[in-house]
């Protein structure tokens, strides 16, 4: 018997491109939507904590002490938001949110700084946002460094010392990604993003539509074999995703510079890989419900969640509990995600990634083998009742 | 009253009808918090690094040392040569490597500037950024000693170099745990994720089916029959947002420092928004697929520049200001506010106020739009 045949294929593919085409707005949404996000991550978002707003209180109000805000007032780092006259008017601008950091200055400041004694100062910092609150530590401790190294050299001068070089320099090079932008990190991701939730999703929407107007059952007792229905479904939803794909491909070079610096063939073949599983996806979710409703929950669920959290899209997987980085290995997206990275910003070869395309394979095969499974056997069950109308 | 009452109940009927519905409905939030209490961690803390030391002299070695116990960094490899390094940042399995030259030691010793390399992987622009700056922030405590010791030599300390200490307080969250950070805002994201989508879908889904007409056609009148749809979903949001409040303080522990009613309160005043974004989907929808993916277009935005995630501050001046027509804005600080600085009223009530107002706005128009539709 043989398991599919092209001539049946056809009208499939026909029927389901007719039907997204019908629905124009979906179609319009499915393509631009991923550009949409781009740009939003693109110009919007980024995780450089700069202008971080600051206030301070000046108890001292001598020169040193000016000295030393004014350091903090010519970083980006840091805005200055508010000189506050006693540490007390803190409390409500910071329970405001209206600033994250509070730098007190004591009043014997410069007169211990004169004396050569090491004055302190207190650095006050919002912990309830955890990432901005210890980089902003951080960015305190360098500014403080570099001011007492300052104070020390200038301190040698004054002693007849007229030129110190600092003995040990430290150069940074970044690879990949020389200007650090967020837009580099994310745009990969964003990809992944988009086709696994637009692929799922509109995937088992498309069958659980089906089932709810029950012309489910008037295909299954046509002679289409659920392979062939598959196969049907899945084609324009591929064509649909690539060309969504692409698009964000396109901004990425032209808006942000994103260029693909590895293969694009490799990348294509890690794409149709990927889009595969999520489809076969797609089919699982759309067997075990009855109700767009619950699919369009369910496959928000299994694919925007994982993907956004346990992906590495955002949170590096390298950060997380170990159990949690177990269930990551389950997240097909991860190792999209890395071959993304690897080929767009990296331009590595085959010889480094090529474990990511074997579970990227595993994924894909997993998928639709499991979603032909499932077809069949509901297709074995005879129909008992239409699908409910809502 | 009664006939929003009995839209209220067909309304449960129809959502009891299908089985999966109300597992997904209650255990996505949890299974969402658990995830992201556990796996939304934007602490950079052992950065897997690559040592390249070409000098391998004691010098060079207690160099390093500063930087392994720092806590920042863990060794994954120790390589002899420079070109070994860029096999271990392709595949992603270090991020970032140091790089100690030959002479490093004879050139400390000799009182020549020498310098070091710190080689760091972009693509992960954060975690690049943080990492570089620890790197700086240690080998300037070394240099700082360094010139501090020349000194000593010279002047045979006479003088004492003077460091400014920071007395560094963090407050409410002392630990500086991003979870503490980020379960407060899934409370936020999965009230709006699950009112907006159901009260869009449970509206559009009477338009597909054709019952609508049936609805119009009885004697309910339009508001009634708006607040008979909108209540349920009222009511399954605050039933969600009390089942991320027990597991938030009673799983991961994390404080509700103010008060618990100010805090549904607020939520109400946010389901004003997000209902409203609901049935203004709903209005622009004629089938589940396209209010799926209207949902998503407002959830996603929502999501990010409220945020959630993303600080606004860091934002370009375009989208600050886009940000204020962003409920969600207002909501996660109100929502951090209460649980983690045990704000109250004098705190909140701008951002309490800007929310009523913008909930307000949204609910009318979409009232409007959706009479319009009716009649």
Redesign the interface.
């Known amino acids: 018997m043989k398991l599919l045949s092209l001539c049946c294929l056809r009208p499939v593919i026909r029927k389901e491109f007719l039907e997204i085409k019908r629905d124009t707005r979906s179609l319009l949404f499915m393509i631009f939507l991923p550009a949409f996000m781009l740009l939003l991550f693109g110009y919007a978002l980024n995780f450089d904590v700069k202008h971080i707003p600051l206030a301070v209180v000046d108890q001292d109000g001598s020169r040193a002490s000016r000295d030393l805000v004014d350091k903090f007032r010519t970083t980006e780092y840091f805005d200055l938001k508010a000189v506050l006259p006693e540490p007390a008017a803190i409390d409500p601008l910071m329970g405001r949110e209206a600033i994250r950091v509070a730098l007190v200055i004591p009043p014997k400041f410069s007169d211990d700084l004169l004396a050569g004694r090491s004055p302190s100062v207190q650095v006050l910092v919002d912990g309830s946002s955890a990432m901005s609150g210890s980089t902003a530590a951080g960015y305190i401790g360098a500014i403080l460094q570099s001011y007492s190294q300052k104070i020390t050299i200038e301190a040698l001068t004054r002693r007849g010392l007229t030129r110190i070089d600092l003995p040990l320099t430290t150069q940074v090079r970044v690879w990949y990604n020389p200007e650090l932008r967020s837009a580099k990190f994310l745009v990969p991701g964003l990809m992944a993003f988009i086709l696994m939730v637009i692929v799922t999703v509109s995937m088992a929407f498309s069958i659980v539509r089906e089932k709810e107007r029950g012309t489910m059952d008037q295909i299954k007792v046509s002679s289409l074999r659920p392979a062939e229905l598959i196969l049907g479904k899945m084609v324009p939803y591929i064509v649909i995703s690539l060309g969504a794909a692409h698009l964000v491909l396109l901004l990425g070079e032209a808006l942000f510079g994103v260029g693909i610096r590895g293969s694009y063939p490799l990348l294509l073949l890690a794409m149709v890989l990927f889009v595969t599983g999520a489809l076969g996806q797609g089919i699982l979710i759309s067997t075990i419900t009855k109700t767009q409703q619950v699919a369009f929950l369910l496959a928000f669920l299994t694919t925007m969640l994982p993907t956004f959290i346990l992906s590495g899209f955002v949170f590096p997987v390298r950060n997380m509990p170990a159990p949690i980085q177990a269930i990551t290995y389950f997240v097909p997206a991860r190792y999209f995600l890395a071959v993304l990275r690897a080929i767009i910003l990296k331009g590595a070869g085959l010889p480094a990634i090529w474990d990511q395309y074997l579970f990227l394979i595993a994924f894909a095969g997993l998928a639709i083998g499991l979603s032909a499974v499932m077809l069949g056997r509901s297709d074995r069950e005879r129909p008992r009742r239409r699908g409910r109308p809502a | 009253m009664k006939a929003i009452l009995s839209i209220v109940w067909k309304e449960f009927l129809q959502l009891r009808?299908?089985k999966?519905?109300f597992p997904?409905?209650f255990i996505?939030p949890i299974?969402?918090l658990l995830?992201?209490g556990?796996?939304?961690?934007?602490?950079?803390?052992?950065i897997?690094s690559v040592i390249c030391d070409l000098d391998r002299s004691a010098a060079s070695r207690s160099f390093l040392d500063d930087f392994v116990n720092s806590g920042y960094f863990s060794v994954r490899a120790r390589v002899g040569r420079m070109d070994e390094i860029d096999?271990y940042?392709?595949?992603?399995h270090a991020a970032m490597a140091f790089v100690i030259p030959r002479g490093f030691g004879d050139d400390?010793a000799g009182?020549r500037?020498?310098?070091?390399?710190?080689?760091?992987?972009?693509?992960?622009?954060?975690?690049?950024?943080?990492g570089?700056?620890?790197?700086?922030?240690i080998?300037?405590?070394?240099?700082?000693r360094?010139?501090?010791q020349?000194?000593q030599r010279?002047?045979g300390g006479g003088?004492?170099?003077?460091?400014?200490?920071?007395?560094?307080?963090?407050?409410?969250?002392?630990?500086?745990?991003?979870?503490?950070?980020m379960v407060p805002g899934v409370l936020g994201l999965i009230l709006m994720?699950m009112t907006i989508?159901?009260a869009s879908?449970?509206v559009v889904?009477?338009k597909?089916?054709g019952?609508m007409e049936q609805l119009i056609v009885t004697p309910i009148r339009p508001h009634q029959l708006i607040i008979g749809k909108l209540l349920p979903f009222v009511l399954i949001g605050l039933v969600e947002a009390t089942f991320v409040l027990v597991v938030a303080r009673g799983w991961f522990g994390i404080p509700i420092r103010g008060s618990v009613g100010l805090l549904y309160l607020l939520s109400l005043a946010f389901m004003l928004n997000t209902l409203g974004i609901g049935l203004f989907v709903s209005t622009i929808?004629k089938?589940?697929?396209?209010a799926?993916?209207?949902t998503?277009?407002f959830i996603?935005?929502m999501m990010?520049?409220g945020g959630f995630?993303?600080?606004i501050?860091?934002?370009?001046r375009f989208?600050q200001i886009v940000s204020h027509i962003v409920p969600t804005r207002y909501f996660f600080?109100i929502i951090?506010?209460i649980m983690?600085?045990g704000?109250g009223w004098?705190?909140?009530w701008?951002q309490a106020a800007a929310l009523v107002i913008l909930g307000s706005v949204i609910l009318a128009l979409s009232i409007l739009r959706f009479h319009k539709k009716l009649d």
Request: aromatic share 8%.
């Open positions: 009808r299908d999966r519905l997904v409905i996505s299974l969402q995830l992201l556990y796996a939304a961690n934007l602490d950079v803390r052992d897997p096999g940042l392709d595949n992603g400390l009182g500037p020498t310098s070091v390399l710190v080689i760091a992987d972009g693509s992960e622009s954060q975690s690049a950024t943080i570089v700056g620890y790197a700086t922030l080998a300037g405590r070394t240099t700082q360094l010139v501090i020349r000194f010279i002047k003088l004492r170099p003077v460091l400014v200490n920071a007395e560094v307080r963090v407050w409410y969250n002392p630990a500086l745990r991003s979870r503490d950070f994720i989508s159901l879908q449970g889904r009477e597909e089916a019952t929808s089938t589940q697929q396209q799926m993916f209207s998503v277009f996603m935005p990010l520049l995630v993303f600080p501050e860091n934002m370009p989208f600080v951090r506010g983690l600085r704000a004098p705190e909140l701008d």
